[in-house]
T-cell receptor
Framework: NAGVTQTPKFRVLKTGQSMTLLCAQD?????MYWYRQDPGMGLRLIHY???????AKGEVPDGYNVSRLKKQNFLLGLESAAPSQTSVYFC??????????FGPGTRLLVL | SQELEQSPQSLIVQEGKNLTINCTSS?????LYWYKQKYGEGLIFLMM?????EEKSHEKITAKLDEKKQQSSLHITASQPSHAGIYLC??????????????FGTGTRLTVIP
């Protein structure tokens, strides 16, 4: 039982490039979340999903898109990366709420 | 939106000392969660508090939610180097979407000196 896993662990992008972050959970959780963590800002919710095929916006959704085609996977996409998107990205899952289980994080640097 | 303020922002203690971290909300807390984050790693769930006056303990860590449900404290007794990390409090969002969208404080960085 791996819990919540994230790939990649670290990535460097140039401004304007695109990429997809993958989150996978093997706990059969219905709910999944993407957060970003920045110094002095804490964790902020980007997008979340309450089930397969559903997504919703969180606190800071601009510049990101998500998809939940399979229950166990939640993808976060950056279509045109900007330096402001340099951050550590965390995925989490829960079912039922409230306890969320977090992945190890993806460090993204946009130059 | 709900704001959570944590104090102190950082804390350095000698091994064996007790310490307290506070989390204060600008609004009523419908659910308060404490997480620990080791440097460079993900968050580990510690405890959840929902009722005013509630107190929970796990090993040497005790968390309390005040009667007014606007402040929580995390107390560590006889701290050990293994307690080092970043402690974050999170709270249920004001809008009850059913998805348990958490708002987080900025964290308290704890260093324990052997």
């Amino acid at each position: 039982n791996a819990g919540v896993t994230q790939t990649p662990k670290f990535r460097v992008l140039k401004t304007g490039q695109s990429m997809t972050l993958l989150c996978a959970q093997d706990m059969n959780h219905e709910y999944m979340y993407w957060y970003r963590q920045d110094p002095g800002m804490g964790l902020r919710l980007i997008h979340y999903s309450v089930g397969e095929g559903t997504t919703a916006k969180g606190e800071v959704p601009d510049g990101y898109n998500v998809s939940r085609l399979k229950k166990q996977n939640f993808l976060l996409g950056l279509e045109s990366a900007a330096p402001s998107q340099t951050s550590v990205y965390f995925c989490a899952s829960s079912y039922p709420p409230p306890t969320q289980y977090f992945g190890p994080g993806t460090r993204l640097l946009v130059l | 939106s709900q704001e959570l303020e944590q104090s102190p922002q950082s804390l350095i203690v000698q091994e064996g000392k007790n310490l307290t971290i506070n989390c204060t909300s600008s609004k009523t807390l419908y659910g308060l969660y404490w997480y620990k984050q080791k440097y460079g790693e993900g968050l580990i769930f510690l405890m959840m508090l929902q009722k005013g006056g509630e107190e929970k303990s796990h090993e040497k860590i005790t968390a309390k939610l005040d009667e007014k449900k606007q402040q929580s404290s995390l107390h560590i007794t006889a701290s050990q180097p293994s307690h080092a990390g970043i402690y974050l409090c999170g709270a249920d969002g004001e809008e009850q979407t059913g998805a348990n969208n958490l708002f987080f404080g900025t964290g308290t960085r704890l260093t324990v000196i052997p």
